[in-house]
């Protein structure tokens, strides 16, 4: 049975993600940083291994042929860990992935990354942080599918997004990130896919059913 390492499982995302991951039947392993974390998931049934992005961790992809990674350094941190953390971590994720024959990535990277030079002053160095890491991903030998959802909110998943930029509203609630990524990885693409993700009327199966 196909194992999905979660990096970054312990996040607003990854904890969605692993819940429904598990609801839907798929074998995962969340990666954390610290032990509580671990306990939080093996008490649901979730394998958890510790891992730091900021550390060694390759130990974490035993036995695992598809990889979600929706870490990130968050809002409250310096660029320091922009650059450690979603830049150098994501980036040694996908070799580590390379190295063990990885069959799908999963990257959460972010909308407009493309454009960084277009983003608000102070978030230009995390879309170049996100941007690079994605283009190391597309340049990889690995299959990938790379999401770029728009600002995340919490609200409760409506099941249905928009991959069209163009139109109202510029969010997306994380547990229709959360739904994404599940069918991402039940329809792995023939090669690799960039998907720009915003709340809308598309149900999320539909988005992906076609691989
Ligand atoms: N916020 C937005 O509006 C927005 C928009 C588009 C895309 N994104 C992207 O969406 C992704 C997930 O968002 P989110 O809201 O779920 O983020 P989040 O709640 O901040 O979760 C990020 C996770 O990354 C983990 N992490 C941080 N540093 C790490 C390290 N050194 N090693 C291992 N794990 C580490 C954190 O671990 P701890 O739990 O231990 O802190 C946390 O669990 C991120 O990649 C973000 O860049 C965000």
């Known amino acids: 049975m196909s194992k999905i390492l979660t990096i970054g499982a312990h996040g607003g995302i990854g904890r969605l993600f692993c819940q429904k991951a598990e609801?839907?039947?798929?074998?995962?392993?969340?990666?954390?940083?610290?032990?509580?974390?671990?306990?939080?998931?093996?008490?649901?049934?979730?394998?958890?291994?510790?891992?730091?992005?900021?550390?060694?961790?390759?130990?974490?992809?035993?036995?695992?042929?598809?990889?979600?990674?929706?870490?990130?350094?968050?809002?409250?941190?310096?660029?320091d860990k922009t650059l450690l953390v979603d830049l150098y971590g994501a980036i040694r994720s996908i070799r580590e992935s390379e190295e063990r024959g990885v069959g799908h990535f999963v990257m959460v990277s972010a909308l407009r990354v493309e454009k960084p030079l277009e983003a608000p002053p102070a978030m230009r160095h995390y879309m170049v942080a996100k941007l690079l890491a994605d283009q190391?991903?597309?340049?990889?030998t690995l299959r990938s599918t790379i999401l770029r959802p728009g600002r995340l909110t919490n609200q409760a998943g409506s099941g249905r997004v928009r991959t069209k930029t163009e139109?109202?509203?510029?969010?997306?609630?994380?547990e229709n990130v959360a739904d994404c990524i599940v069918e991402a990885l039940r329809h792995p693409s023939a090669s690799n896919r960039v998907v720009d993700?915003?709340?809308?009327?598309?149900?999320?199966?539909?988005?992906?059913?076609?691989g």
């Open 136 to 140: 190391h991903l597309f340049e990889s």
């Open 197 to 210: 993700l915003l709340d809308g009327d598309v149900p999320i199966e539909k988005v992906f059913a076609g």
């Open 23 to 79: 609801e839907a039947g798929l074998s995962i392993r969340a990666m954390v940083r610290i032990e509580e974390q671990q306990a939080h998931f093996e008490a649901q049934g979730i394998e958890a291994v510790l891992g730091d992005l900021e550390a060694e961790f390759s130990h974490a992809f035993e036995g695992c042929d598809q990889v979600v990674f929706t870490a990130g350094s968050g809002g409250s941190t310096g660029g």
């Open 167 to 174: 139109g109202q509203g510029s969010e997306i609630s994380r």
